[in-house]
C-alpha cells in the first residue's frame, strides 16, 4: 500500500525539486544583481595641482570632477598625469576616462605600446594633454570629470594629477624646450600672427635616440598623440635630432594648429638597432628609459618678395649667358670687319699689320685661291673662321700641298659611295680600310673619306633620337611626380621625400619649389648652346654650297648632330633633375642621373668623332649600349645594396666590356670577334712577346688604353670590394672619369703634336675648369641623402645660403649647368685653330 502511494506521488516530487532549483537559480541571480548595482560610485570635487592617491576595485568606482575657467583671449592647456603603484597591474589596467564638454578622452594604465613583430611595451607613467574645445565667449567656466575604474577584485594603488600648463601656447621666435616620452607625449598650440602667412616649425634635440615623431595637427579633437595614431591626420615626420615642417596659413582654417611631439617605442624608423624578437607572443618587454628633451621654435617663413627675388636671380643670372654671347659675338664680327677691310686695302695698313697677316715668318702666305675666297663670302663666314683663315700663327711643321690636289682627291673620293652602308660592303673597299687604318700614322684625311652627305645624316640622327628618348621618358616622369607630390599632400607623410627641410619653399602644390627652379639653367643654357651651334651649322651649309676650300679640305670634318644631341641632353637634364626634386627619394633618383650617362657618353663620342667621324659609333649601336647602362643602374639600384653576386657579375662585365672596347680603339675596328680570337691572340702573343719582344706599333693609343684600363679595373675592384649603396652615382663617377681621361689625353696629344689652343678655347677650359671646382663643393655638401632613414637624412640639413631662398644643392644646380655649358663650348671650339689646316697634315690619336 505505502509502495502504490509513492508510486502515485513520484511525479509530484520530481516537479518539486525541479522547482526547487530553478527557484535557488533565480535567487542567486537576483543577489548578484543586486550585488553589481549596489556597487560604489564615489565623486569627489578635485582641484588642480593636487595629488590624489586612492584605490580602486570592481567594486567600487571613483569620479572626480573638476572645474576651470576658460578664455577665449587665452588657452591653458590641461594635463592629466598617473602612475600606478601596484604590482601585477598589468592582468587587470585601469580605465581613466576623461569626459569634457565636446571630448572624450580614455587609456588604460599600465599603457601597452605595441611596436615592430607585435612586441608589447607596458608604461606605468602616463601623461597626456587634454584637447581644448574651442569657446565663443570672453570667459567660460567649463566642466569636466575623469572616471577611474577596473575589472580587478584586488585594491590597486594609483596616483592621480591634474595640472594646468601655462605655456600650452607656442609664440614666434621663442624657443620652448620640454621632455617627451612614448606613455608621455606633448603638444602646443600655436596661432598665427597677423600678417604671417607660412611659417616654419622646428624642433632640435641634442639627442639622437630614441627616436620621436613631430606631427601638425589641425585644431579639432581628438589629437592624435600615440606612436599608433600619430600619423592618421595631418603632417608628421620622423626625427632623430632635428625635424622642419613648413605650415601654411591657407591649410588651417582656424588660423593655428597643433604641434604634437611623440617618442616612439623603438627606434628602427630612425635606423637604430632593433631590438630582439619576444620568446612569447605575449611578453611585455622593458622599454627602460625612453625620455627625450627638446625644444620647438617656430620662425616666420620668407615672404613673397623673396620668392620673386629668387626667380629675378635665377633669370638673371642665365640671361646674362645670352647677353654674353651677343656681346661676344659683335666684338668678334667687327674684328672680323676690321680686317677683311684691312685684306681689302692692303695698302692702308702698317708694314707691322701686313707682316703680321701675310709675311710673318713662319707663317704660309694666304694662296690668291684662299684670298679670292676669302673676299668673295667674308660675309657668311664665321668670325672664327675668319680669323683663324686670315692669321693662323703655325703651320705645326706640315709637308705644304696644293689645295686644288687636296681638292680634286677628296671630290673624286666622296663620289664613289653615296651610301655608307654601300661603301663598307665592297671587298675592294674593305681591303683598302685594312690598309688604311693600320698604318702607324693616321691623318684626318685618312678617316674622312666617306660622303659628307651621308655622315651628316648620320649623325644627325643622335639628335632626332635622343629628342624621340627624351619625350618617352619624360612624360611618365612628370606623370610619376605629379603623383608623389599628390601622394605627400594628402598623406601627410613627409617622410616619403627627402628635402632639405630648412631650405624648402613651398609654391602650390610643391613642396621645394627652390629647387625646382634652380635647375632652370640647364634649359637655358642648353637651349643657348643649340642656337650657338645652329649658328655654326648655318655658316658651315653655306660654304659647302659654295665649294669653299676651307669648309671642304681643312680642319676637323664638322659634324653637328652630335652637338644638337648634347644641347638636348642639356636640356633634358635639367627638366628630369626638376621632376625628380619635386620629391626626391630613393626610387625616383634615376630621374636625374639617365641623362648624366647621356651627356657623359654624348662627350666622349664626341671627342672621338673629332678625328675618327668614319669610324664612329651610330647613333643606335650608342644609344643601346646607353640603355644598357641604364639598366644595370636600375638593377644597382633595386638589387645591389649588400648583394655581392650582383657586384661580382656587373664587375666582370665592366672589366670585359673595358677589354672589348680597348680592342675596339686600338684596331680602329679592324678585328672581329669570331671563333678564332683565341688563337688570334695566341698568335699575337707568340710572336710578338716569346718569339721577338716588340714594342706596340700605336704607342700613343698604347698609352691611353692601358691608362684607362687601369681606372677602370680600380673602379671595377672598389666596387667589388666597398659595394657602396649609392650605385647611381658609382656608375655616373666610372663614366666621368673616362671622359676626364680621355679629355686629358686628348688635350696631351693635341700640344704634343705642334697644335696650339685659342685664345677663346682656352678661356673656356680654365673658366670651366674653375666653375667646376666651386660646383663640386658645393656638391659634397650632402644636405639630404636616401641613403639612409629620412630621420637620419634631416642631420644633414642646412638653412640657405643665398637670398634666404637658395641652398647650397641649389648652387650646384646653378654652377653645374654653368660647367656643363663651358664643356660644351669647349668641346666646340679646342680645334678651331685647325680650321685653316689641311687634313692630311692633322693626326689621329
Known amino acids: 500500500m ?44 578635485a582641484e588642480f595641482d593636487v595629488t590624489y592617491n586612492d584605490t580602486v576595485t570592481s567594486d567600487n568606482q571613483t569620479i572626480y570632477a573638476f572645474n576651470h575657467t576658460v578664455s577665449r583671449n587665452k588657452t591653458e592647456g590641461v594635463r592629466v598625469t598617473v602612475d600606478v603603484l601596484s604590482e601585477g597591474a598589468e592582468s587587470s589596467p585601469i580605465l581613466f576616462v576623461v569626459r569634457q564638454k565636446q571630448a572624450v578622452l580614455s587609456f588604460q594604465v599600465p599603457l601597452i605600446l605595441r611596436g615592430l613583430y607585435q612586441r608589447k611595451y607596458p608604461y606605468a607613467h602616463v601623461g597626456r594633454t587634454l584637447c581644448q574645445p574651442p569657446t565663443r565667449s570672453l570667459t567660460e567656466t567649463q566642466y ?53 602667412d607660412t611659417v616654419i616649425v622646428k ?95 617656430v620662425s616666420p617663413a ?19 649667358f645670352y647677353l654674353l654671347t651677343f656681346l661676344v ?26 707682316a703680321s697677316l701675310l709675311g710673318k715668318p713662319g707663317v704660309t702666305p694666304v694662296s690668291p685661291y684662299e684670298y679670292g675666297s676669302f673676299v668673295d663670302n667674308a ?44 661603301y663598307d660592303t665592297l671587298a675592294d673597299i674593305d681591303s683598302d680600310k685594312n690598309i688604311v687604318r693600320t698604318k702607324k700614322y693616321l691623318c684626318v684625311s685618312d678617316l674622312a673619306r666617306k660622303d659628307k652627305r651621308v655622315l651628316s645624316k648620320k649623325y644627325q640622327i643622335y639628335f632626332w633620337n635622343i629628342a624621340t628618348i627624351g619625350v618617352f621618358y619624360a612624360l611618365p616622369v612628370i606623370q610619376l611626380v605629379i603623383t608623389y607630390q599628390t601622394v605627400v599632400n594628402v598623406t601627410g607623410n613627409q617622410d616619403i621625400c627627402y628635402y632639405n627641410f630648412l631650405c624648402a619653399h613651398p609654391l602650390g602644390n610643391l613642396s621645394a619649389f627652390n629647387n625646382i627652379l634652380s635647375n632652370l639653367g640647364y634649359v637655358m643654357l642648353g637651349l643657348l648652346f643649340l642656337l650657338i651651334v645652329l649658328q655654326r651649322d648655318v655658316i658651315h651649309s653655306r660654304a659647302l654650297d659654295r665649294n669653299d676650300l676651307n669648309a671642304l679640305e681643312c680642319g676637323i670634318p664638322k659634324h653637328f648632330g ?16 626638376a621632376c625628380y626634386h619635386v ?45 644598357a647602362v641604364i639598366f644595370f643602374s636600375v638593377l644597382g639600384v633595386v638589387f645591389g645594396k649588400g648583394n655581392m653576386v650582383f657586384w661580382i657579375v656587373f664587375s666582370v662585365l665592366h672589366i670585359l666590356a673595358t677589354m672589348l672596347l680597348s680592342t675596339q680603339l686600338y684596331y680602329m675596328g679592324r678585328w672581329r670577334l669570331d671563333s678564332g680570337i683565341l688563337r688570334r691572340i695566341v698568335y699575337v702573343i707568340y710572336t710578338d712577346c716569346i718569339r721577338q719582344c716588340s714594342g706596340p706599333m700605336y704607342i700613343d693609343r698604347m698609352v691611353l688604353l692601358v691608362m684607362g684600363n687601369i681606372v677602370n679595373w680600380s673602379l671595377a675592384a672598389y666596387g667589388l670590394l666597398k659595394t657602396p649603396n649609392d650605385f647611381a652615382s658609382y656608375l655616373l663617377a666610372i663614366a666621368i672619369c673616362n671622359l676626364l681621361l680621355y679629355f686629358a689625353f686628348y688635350i696631351i696629344m693635341k700640344l704634343r703634336s705642334g697644335e696650339r689652343i685659342q685664345c677663346m678655347a682656352m678661356v673656356c677650359i680654365l673658366f670651366t675648369a674653375v666653375v667646376w671646382g666651386f660646383a663640386l663643393f658645393f656638391f659634397f655638401q650632402g644636405l639630404s641623402t636616401w641613403q639612409k632613414t629620412p630621420a637620419e637624412s634631416r642631420e644633414h640639413n642646412r638653412d640657405c645660403i643665398v637670398l634666404s631662398f637658395f641652398d647650397d644643392h641649389d648652387i650646384w644646380h646653378f654652377l653645374s649647368s654653368i660647367a656643363m655649358f663651358g664643356s660644351f663650348l669647349v668641346l666646340l671650339t679646342m680645334d678651331d685653330d685647325l680650321d685653316n689646316v689641311q687634313r692630311d697634315k692633322i693626326f689621329v690619336f
Not at 4 to 24: A, E, I, M, N, T
Not at 275 to 291: H, T, V, W
Not at 380 to 408: F, H, K, P, Q, W
Request: charged letters at 20%; aromatic letters at 12%.
Open 2 to 45: 505505502v509502495l502504490r502511494s509513492c508510486c502515485k506521488f513520484g511525479p509530484v516530487l520530481v516537479w518539486f525539486r525541479l522547482g526547487y532549483v530553478v527557484l535557488l537559480w533565480l535567487c542567486v541571480t537576483h543577489l548578484r544583481c543586486a550585488r553589481a548595482e549596489t556597487k560604489t560610485v564615489v565623486q569627489k570635487d
Open 562 to 577: 652630335l652637338f644638337y644631341a648634347m644641347g638636348t641632353a642639356l636640356m633634358m637634364e635639367g627638366l628630369l633633375s
Open 144 to 196: 569636466f570629470f575623469v572616471d577611474v575604474s577596473t575589472l580587478s577584485s584586488l585594491g590597486t594603488h594609483y596616483q592621480l594629477r591634474i595640472s594646468r600648463v601655462d605655456s600650452f601656447t607656442l609664440h614666434t621666435d621663442k624657443k620652448f624646450s620640454f621632455t617627451a616620452s612614448p606613455s608621455q607625449p606633448q603638444y602646443f598650440k600655436y596661432v598665427f600672427p597677423d600678417g604671417v
Open 302 to 320: 620668407i615672404s613673397s618678395d623673396v620668392y620673386v627675388m629668387g626667380m629675378l636671380f635665377c633669370l638673371g643670372i642665365f640671361l646674362s
Open 583 to 627: 620629391c626626391p627619394n630613393y626610387t625616383n633618383f634615376q630621374f636625374d642621373t639617365s641623362f648624366m650617362y647621356m651627356i657623359a657618353g654624348l662627350c666622349v663620342l664626341k671627342l672621338y668623332q673629332k678625328r675618327h667621324p668614319d669610324i664612329n659609333a651610330s647613333a643606335y649601336t650608342a644609344y643601346a649600349c646607353l640603355a
Open 379 to 422: 660675309s657668311t663666314l664665321s668670325s672664327e673662321a675668319i680669323t683663324d683663315s686670315i692669321a693662323s700663327d703655325a703651320n705645326y711643321g706640315y709637308m705644304e700641298r696644293s689645295l686644288e690636289s687636296v681638292a680634286g682627291r677628296s671630290r673624286q673620293e666622296s663620289l664613289s659611295s653615296i651610301e655608307e652602308d654601300d
Open 203 to 297: 624642433v632640435n634635440s641634442e639627442m639622437t635616440f630614441p627616436c620621436s615623431v613631430m606631427s601638425i595637427q589641425d585644431i579639432q579633437c581628438p589629437v592624435y598623440d600615440l606612436d599608433n595614431n600619430v600619423a592618421f591626420i595631418g603632417m608628421y615626420q620622423t626625427m632623430t635630432k632635428t625635424a622642419a615642417i613648413t605650415v601654411q596659413r591657407k591649410d588651417f582654417p582656424s588660423n593655428s594648429f597643433y604641434v604634437v611631439v611623440v617618442v616612439k617605442t623603438e627606434d628602427e624608423a630612425c635606423g637604430g638597432p632593433l631590438r630582439f624578437y619576444p620568446l612569447r607572443p605575449d611578453e611585455l618587454i622593458d622599454a627602460g628609459n625612453r625620455s627625450k628633451t627638446l625644444d620647438v621654435v
Open 329 to 354: 659675338a659683335c666684338v668678334e664680327n667687327k674684328r672680323m670687319h676690321r680686317r677683311r677691310e684691312g685684306l681689302l686695302n692692303p695698302a692702308d695698313m702698317s708694314p707691322a699689320e701686313t
